[in-house]
């Protein structure tokens, strides 16, 4: 069982910059792959970004490549999301997910673990 906490969201200016984080419990954090999704009013929630249990692969999606960064600390059993150049459209309730399969996987279903959301709003 893994419990996750996001934290770390606020309202900044558009370009500004943030980094959230999730705070994981449990002894199997390290092997779990873990992803970002984000979900805007009226929105399906959709992959922002994802990093295996080793760090050796992530992901991003294409709208926030070049400007997002995923990482994990597994001693810390934390993983992080540096967000820069964010723009109004990055808006959105962003979530942590894990999942103790390997692959690193771009649809929610896959995941079976959330944590609660932290809401992040970039403003013009």
């Known amino acids: 069982q893994v419990q996750l906490v996001e934290s770390g969201g606020r309202l900044v200016q558009a370009g500004g910059s943030l980094r959230l984080s999730c705070a994981a419990s449990g002894r199997t954090f390290s092997s779990y792959t873990m992803g970002w999704f984000r979900q805007a009013p009226g929105k399906e929630r ?12 992530t992901h991003y999606a294409d709208s926030v490549k070049g ?29 942590c ?28």
């Open 46 to 57: 959709e992959f922002v970004s994802g990093i295996i249990w080793s760090g050796g692969t």
């Open 97 to 124: 997910a894990a999942t103790r399969y390997g692959r690193l996987y771009l649809t929610p279903n896959e995941y079976g673990y959330w944590g609660q959301g932290t809401q992040v709003t970039v403003s013009s």
């Open 67 to 95: 400007r997002f960064t995923i990482s994990r600390n597994n001693a810390k059993n934390t993983v992080y999301l540096q967000m820069n150049s964010l723009k109004p459209d990055d808006t959105a309730v962003y979530y």
